[in-house]
């Protein structure tokens, strides 16, 4: 029959999709219009083979730029007899992307691919990100930063000591309040006339939103206190 199924789908930014041919010949065109002749003017272009074999892939698209696509199947007058389609990218803002977008966490990013984080915190979540800067790296003796790179084990408890499940807005936050964090360690808040502190960390910007929860820039890094990264001459530098 002459229709995609579903014929408008909304995804999100990055999304795979894949058109699977049930029966028939049939291609997947979001170039030009079979109908007007007209470009579509997606935010890009793309098109197909067509392909009559049952059960096969007609095409296999990564949608990484968000806006409308409008798309039909340019066999014939299939076009013309319903077979058109929709996709509706949105726009991601995942706790990883912020931190990627960011000029000032390229450490933090280096270790969150490093220990292969990045999945984790683009997924639905929702988590709590207190996220230290370049600055705050820097802070840590020299060679520290190398050698955790080296030791992935200790640098996803370190960096799993600044993610917490849920999404805490500032203001759900009181004085000495204890959370725990996905490490299955805790930090302490403190709220004085100086500001909010996660434990030795003093959050300098606060109530990022993401879709999937929200981030907190701190000035230090968190060390978890149950592991030997308390002290730090434990890393062979």
């Known amino acids: 029959m002459f229709y995609y199924s579903p014929s408008s789908i909304s995804i999100n930014q990055g999304d795979i999709v894949t058109w699977v041919n049930d029966m028939g010949y049939h291609d997947v065109n979001g170039a030009v219009n079979s109908i007007t002749n007209e470009p579509f003017n997606n935010p890009e272009s793309f098109d197909s083979p067509a392909t009559s074999s049952v059960g096969a892939t007609i095409y296999t698209h990564q949608f990484n730029i968000p806006g409308v696509y409008n798309y039909d199947c340019s066999v014939g007058s299939h076009a013309a007899n319903g077979m058109v389609g929709s ?120 109530d990022i939103p993401a879709d999937n929860g929200v981030v907190h820039v701190v000035d230090a890094v968190l060390l978890p206190t149950t592991t030997a990264v308390t002290d730090l001459s434990l890393i062979h530098i």
């Open 87 to 206: 996709i509706i990218v949105n726009s991601s803002n995942s706790i990883y992307d912020i931190v990627s977008n960011s000029v000032d966490h390229t450490t933090l990013k280096t270790a969150i691919d490093a220990c292969s984080l990045d999945v984790t915190l683009s997924g639905p979540g929702p988590f709590t990100l207190f996220a230290p800067t370049d600055a705050a790296f820097s802070l840590l003796p020299a060679g520290t930063v190398t050698a955790l790179l080296n030791d992935i084990p200790q640098l996803t408890n370190i960096l799993l000591h600044h993610v917490v499940q849920g999404t805490v807005m500032s203001n759900m936050l009181s004085n000495n309040q204890v959370v725990t964090t996905l490490n299955g360690t805790d930090v302490t808040v403190t709220i004085n006339s100086n500001g909010v502190f996660i434990d030795n960390a003093q959050v300098t910007v606060a």
